[in-house]
Every structure is written in C-alpha cells, then in structure tokens.
C-alpha cells in the first residue's frame, strides 16, 4: 500500500514538473532595459551566476501583481573576481 502511495505521489510531481517546463518554454524572454519599469510580486526563481570574472547574463523568472509570468534576462558580474 505505501510503494502504491509512493508511485501515486511521484507520478503527479512528475507530471506537474513538466507543466511548469511547458509553461516556462512559451514565455518569452524580455531583455531587461534601465528605463524599464518592472511590477514584481514573486520571484520564483534565479539562475546561478557562474564563477568567472566578467559580466555574464542571468535571468530570473517572476510573477507579475496580475499572476502573469515573466522570464527577464538581466546581464551581472560573474563571481570568480577577487580583490586582491
């Protein structure tokens, strides 16, 4: 009865894992620009910012105060800089 559970449960995280890359697969992606004006509720995610000395792009992926789902690419200095 538990390994049915176990399987039960593993197949919905499953199939709402690959709801959430669908859905990241059609947002588009919006370069972020300084006049910009950006309505952030939540950030759902970040992506990691490689360990070189240089700047490189990252996005983060949020909602909107509407629900609405944004994907923004933003350009940041690596971490691998050191100061001496």
Request: with cysteine.
């Amino acid at each position: 009865m538990k390994a049915l559970l176990v399987l039960v449960l593993g197949s919905l995280c499953g199939a709402a894992m690959a709801d959430d890359v669908k859905v990241a697969e059609q947002i588009p992606v919006e370069q972020y620009s300084y006049s910009q004006h950006l309505d952030i509720a939540h950030v759902i995610s970040l992506s990691e910012v490689p360990n070189v000395c240089e700047v490189v792009p990252a996005r983060m992926t949020y909602e909107d105060s509407q629900g609405q789902r944004h994907i923004l690419e933003y350009r940041v200095m690596g971490g691998g800089c050191s100061n001496g």
